[in-house]
């Protein structure tokens, strides 16, 4: 069982360039979400998606898009990549059936530098 | 709206002490979740603990104890009798239901806790 496996895990890209940052899991989660990590900020919640074809914006949307085309897969794309997305970035899942919080599956993270 | 606030940036304790992140958090709702997650050096966030809103029983696993308190809208963790191996960032976070009824989580901005040998 290999849980939510993000990829690529580092990666640096010149100002303007675009990238897909990929994400999957196994676990038949519904829900999914895209965070960032900035040094001392937290996690910020990018956009999340709470089944295949349903995506909203979280927090900080600016920059980025979303695709939720199957149960597994969570795509996060980078258009004309700024300084600014220099972070870290961390997809998660859960699976929620009803009113109450279910626990977050973190993947490992990819390190992003934009140059 | 929702907020969670960890007030302390970073903590230094030396082996054996004990000591407690604090976390407090601001919600509308009258069902809510919060949890505790950890960041070791390696990256990776790992889940700690959940606790729903209508439980303030305090609980305790190991060394690891959490006090929740629904008067002072806090949820602290304390580690006793700390060691290395609990250094980390510690996240706390609130699970929030959205206007459309879905789910997201606010976290805090994290502690940071280095236990020195």
């Known amino acids: 069982n290999a849980g939510v496996t993000q990829t690529p895990k580092f990666r640096i890209l010149k100002i303007g360039q675009s990238m897909t940052l990929q994400c999957a899991q196994d676990?038949?989660?519904?829900?999914m979400y895209w965070y960032r990590q900035d040094p001392g900020m937290g996690l910020k919640l990018i956009y999340y998606s709470v089944g295949a074809g349903i995506t909203d914006k979280g927090e900080v949307p600016n920059g980025y898009n979303v695709s939720r085309s199957t149960t597994e897969d969570f795509p996060l794309r980078l258009e004309l990549a700024a300084p600014s997305q220099t972070s870290v970035y961390f997809c998660?899942?859960?699976?929620?059936?009803?009113?109450?919080?279910?626990?977050?599956?973190f993947g490992s993270g990819t390190q992003l530098s934009v140059l | 709206a929702q907020k969670v606030t960890q007030a302390q940036t970073e903590i230094s304790v030396v082996e054996k002490e004990d000591v407690t992140l604090d976390c407090v958090y601001e919600t509308r709702d009258t069902t809510y979740y919060l949890f505790w997650y950890k960041q070791p050096p390696s990256g990776e966030l790992v889940f700690l603990i959940r606790?729903?809103?209508?439980?303030?029983q305090n609980e305790i696993s190991g060394r690891y104890s959490w006090n929740f308190q629904k008067s002072t809208s806090s949820f602290n963790f304390t580690i006793t009798a700390s060691q290395v191996v609990d250094s980390a960032v510690y996240f706390c976070a609130l699970s929030d239901l959205t206007t459309s009824g879905t789910y997201k989580y606010i976290f805090g901005t994290g502690t940071r806790l280095k236990v020195l040998a």
């Open positions: 606790r729903n809103s209508f439980d303030e």
């Open positions: 676990m038949n989660h519904n829900y």
């Open positions: 998660a899942s859960s699976f929620v059936v009803s009113v109450k919080g279910e626990k977050l599956f």
